[in-house]
């Protein structure tokens, strides 16, 4: 039996609203709520020596940059019912293969995204993390928008 | 409009930083280039002790840790994959940053003009003892990365910088207390010649030359980069372009030439190989010549030693090995186990000797370019064999070696950094005053000639491994504790790929 709901952030609205959707499934379900925000980062990008010294620093930066900005407002607000059994969590990656890992790993039910509010070239060029998610998940994805 | 008094005052400037320069190279070069005369051989035919030096490092550890360099690929493929990195590490500097971190150092202008300068003073056989020494080289950039892994130094604030200074201090004070001094003053004498490196090879060789392709794909002498003061306009546009990076932090234009020079570098190899394919009648005849004329070359040349001199100097020059470069570059990896980074390096001499340096090679020799005294050795002997197939191709040569001088700078002026700030301690001033003399001999690489600036740059670079691998003679046993160790550990499963971990 799955015993989560996974949902992922990205500071945007859709994602804060995704957050609520998912926090509403979680009470009704009995379940855990795990809230992800995800660095975009590749491990095959191109870097300069300097980048490289720096980049344990940086990481860190990132790192904290997402759990203050992104997740702590969120976790805050949604846990103020008490209710709820919230876990924030903070990784580097691709978006998309990240969180199904994270689905993975905390045995997820579903994952909860907000879509992202970019335009339709981009979407054309570069793909969206919804879209790719659907592509890549082995448990279903709700879209939020 | 110049008016023909501008344009005299003009030609003299170039000519004065020439002539200002040319008898200090000719000192540095004598010196470091000490050559042992083989007259009984040939005539002329001169052995430079400090190839020697680089040759016996590599063959060296080649026996010492039986051929690591070729047990070490198939794990390297394996690492740079990232099979062996923690989920949780990610957003770290990974295996595969950290080596094309390094290659985009490594791949210059070696590759194209020394190349070049290797075959036309050494005939077709230069190829082969090229390639030789970049087998060999593998081996000594392995032990000079895990070495550079091991000693690495995080500072305070959490970044993490190695190389041979650090090695040199650090391991060598931890292998007896009575090296302790010694290791300080191999590291102080590394930082020195380090800093004439960044300056020589790294930069003053590479805007040079950077400089005649582009003036010879604009119309040479008659096109628009023919003027007198050409040399020093084109030296100050680019020592604006690298200070914009590495002073003003315009990190963009950084990210854009770390975006094309790996595309670039495929666009190279795709060039030579439509050279090859254009002439692949002649390519068994060519790698025949390439063996042949190995053992007995046409007269000329210098006889086997000539041969092979020009080739190992060549080869030394273009991937660095020995000279401890490599180490500071490779440093920052995120490992538990110096000897990870150790594997991946020996991939470097591999991609930009035995791959790169030969397809050039192979250009030239099948097109016979090399035998043609019309073009300076050089550059030009690779343009001028691209251009018996592709009009066109030199233009984009010329754009190529612009970007490769141009990241090999950005390279440069990092390690002539770490070098800085290890003599001078870490502050702005140093900071500043290193990046804006780094600007400086830009426009003098530039606007200086051929033979003055490739003498000194090579003799200064070459420099570099005198200290260095004293120090890797000390610390073999170290390195092979750490390498077999590690390769223990992987072979009886203490070490798994992630996917096999539970």
């Given at each position: 039996m799955p015993d989560s709901i996974l949902v992922g952030l990205d500071?945007?609205?859709s994602s804060g609203r995704a957050a609520d959707a998912a926090a509403d499934a979680a009470r009704r379900h009995h379940l855990r709520l795990v809230v992800a925000c995800v660095v975009p980062w590749s491990p095959y990008s191109f870097t300069t020596a300097e980048e490289n010294e720096r980049r344990p620093v940086e990481k860190e930066q990132e790192a904290t940059a997402a759990r203050e900005r992104v997740l702590d407002p969120v976790v805050t607000r949604l846990s103020q019912a008490g209710d709820l059994a919230i876990e924030g969590v903070v990784r580097h990656g691709h978006p998309a293969e990240t969180l199904v890992r994270l689905a993975r790993e905390h045995d997820a039910a579903w994952i909860t995204v907000g879509r992202t509010g970019q335009s339709r070239v981009r979407t054309l060029l570069f793909g969206s993390t919804p879209s790719s998610l659907i592509q890549l998940s082995p448990i279903p994805v709700l879209v939020v928008p | 409009m110049t008016s023909p008094s501008d344009s005299l005052l003009a030609a003299t400037f170039d000519e004065r930083v020439d002539g200002f320069f040319a008898p200090i190279s000719d000192v540095i070069t004598t010196v470091v280039f000490f050559a042992v005369p083989l007259d009984f051989i040939d005539e002329g035919v001169e052995l430079p002790i400090i190839v020697?030096?680089?040759?016996?490092?590599g063959l060296f550890f080649t026996i010492y840790l039986r051929g690591f360099q070729f047990r070490a690929f198939r794990h390297a493929i394996q690492l740079i994959r990232g099979r062996y990195d923690d989920p949780r590490d990610a957003g770290e500097v990974t295996h595969f940053q950290a080596l094309a971190t390094a290659v985009s150092g490594?791949?210059?202008?070696?590759?194209?003009?020394?190349?070049g300068v290797a075959i036309t003073l050494g005939g077709p056989g230069a190829t082969f003892w090229m390639i030789v020494a970049g087998l060999l080289g593998m081996c000594t950039k392995g032990v000079e990365c895990t070495l550079g892994v091991k000693y690495r130094n995080v500072y305070p604030d959490g970044r993490v910088s190695g190389g041979p200074m650090y090695y040199l201090?650090?391991?060598?004070?931890e292998k007896s207390p009575r090296l302790g001094t010694f290791g300080k003053v191999l590291a102080v004498l590394f930082c020195i010649f380090t800093l004439g490196g960044a300056v020589g090879g790294g930069n003053m060789f590479q805007a040079n030359q950077a400089f005649s392709q582009a003036q010879s794909v604009t119309g040479g002498a008659d096109g628009p980069l023919g003027g007198g003061a050409a040399g020093a306009v084109f030296g100050l546009v680019l020592a604006v372009l690298v200070g914009a990076v590495i002073i003003g932090g315009i990190r963009s234009i950084a990210r854009v030439t770390?975006?094309?020079?790996?595309?670039?570098?495929?666009?190279?190899?795709v060039a030579c190989l439509t050279v090859l394919f254009s002439n692949a009648g002649q390519i068994p005849e060519a790698f025949a010549s390439i063996v042949t004329e190995a053992?007995?070359?046409?007269a000329g040349y210098g006889g086997l030693v000539g041969v092979l001199i020009q080739g190992f100097r060549r080869a030394a020059f273009s991937n660095e090995a020995g000279l401890g470069s490599a180490a500071i570059a490779h440093s920052a990896v995120k490992t538990e186990h110096p000897a990870t980074e150790g594997h991946v390096a020996v991939l470097e001499p591999f991609i930009d000797t035995v791959v790169i340096c030969t397809m050039t090679a192979l250009a030239i020799v099948i097109t016979g370019t090399y035998l043609d005294d019309a073009s300076d050795a050089g550059v030009q002997t690779t343009s001028a064999a691209f251009e018996t197939v592709v009009s066109w191709f030199p233009v984009v040569l010329a754009i190529a070696v612009v970007l490769f001088a141009y990241s090999t700078m950005l390279a440069w002026s990092y390690y002539g950094l770490k070098a800085a700030t290890y003599l001078f301690g870490e502050s702005m001033l140093?900071?500043?005053t290193w990046k804006l003399v780094f600007c400086l001999f830009v426009v003098i690489g530039a606007s200086s000639t051929l033979d003055a600036v490739i003498g000194f740059s090579d003799s200064m670079i070459f420099l570099m491994s005198l200290p260095n691998i004293i120090g890797l003679y000390i610390l073999a046993r170290v390195v092979k504790r750490e390498i077999n160790g590690y390769r223990d550990r992987v072979e009886n499963g203490e070490i798994l790929p992630v996917a096999d971990r539970s």
């Open positions: 500071g945007s609205e | 020697v030096w680089l040759v016996i490092a490594t791949v210059g202008l070696g590759n194209i003009a020394g190349v201090t650090k391991g060598l004070k770390d975006k094309l020079v790996p595309f670039m570098a495929v666009f190279y190899v053992f007995s070359p046409e140093v900071d500043r």
